[in-house]
């Protein structure tokens, strides 16, 4: 089983940053990938980030790219999520997610077998 918290998230304004962090614990059976997702008010959850944890390979979505960077650290089986040039539309909640298979998309959040609670990132104008 593995347990997940993240933390980091909050208000902040229009073009400032923030940083995510989401700490593992518990035995992994397959640790391929972490990811991190979001679900805007009305919307349904969507791919933003993800990692493989063993090469730190990062994948992101289109409407992220250039602005949030993933990271890992194996020693605390912690990923992070740096968020910079925050738009209003980067509201949302965002989650936490590991113990990505193989051969399953990474976009599709279906193929993580373990969340976190979640935490709400708000950007006001």
């Known amino acids: 089983q593995v347990q997940l918290v993240e933390s980091g998230g909050g208000l902040v304004q229009a073009g400032g940053s923030l940083r995510l962090s989401c700490a593992a614990s518990g035995r992994t059976f397959s640790n391929y990938a972490m ?5 805007p008010p009305g919307k349904e959850r969507e791919f933003v980030a993800a990692i493989n944890w ?3 390979n990062p994948y992101y979505a289109d409407s992220v790219k250039g602005r949030f ?4 650290d194996n020693a605390k089986n912690t990923v992070y ?6 738009k209003p539309e980067d509201t949302a909640v ?6 990505r298979k193989k051969g399953v998309p990474r976009s599709y959040a279906g193929a993580y077998d373990y969340w976190g609670p ?3 990132v708000t950007v006001s104008s």
């Open 69 to 72: 960077t993933i990271s890992r």
């Open 35 to 39: 990811g991190w997702f979001r679900q």
């Open 54 to 56: 063993s090469s730190g």
């Open 81 to 86: 999520l740096q968020m910079n040039s925050l």
């Open 94 to 99: 965002y989650y936490c997610s590991a113990d």
């Open 118 to 120: 979640g935490t709400q």
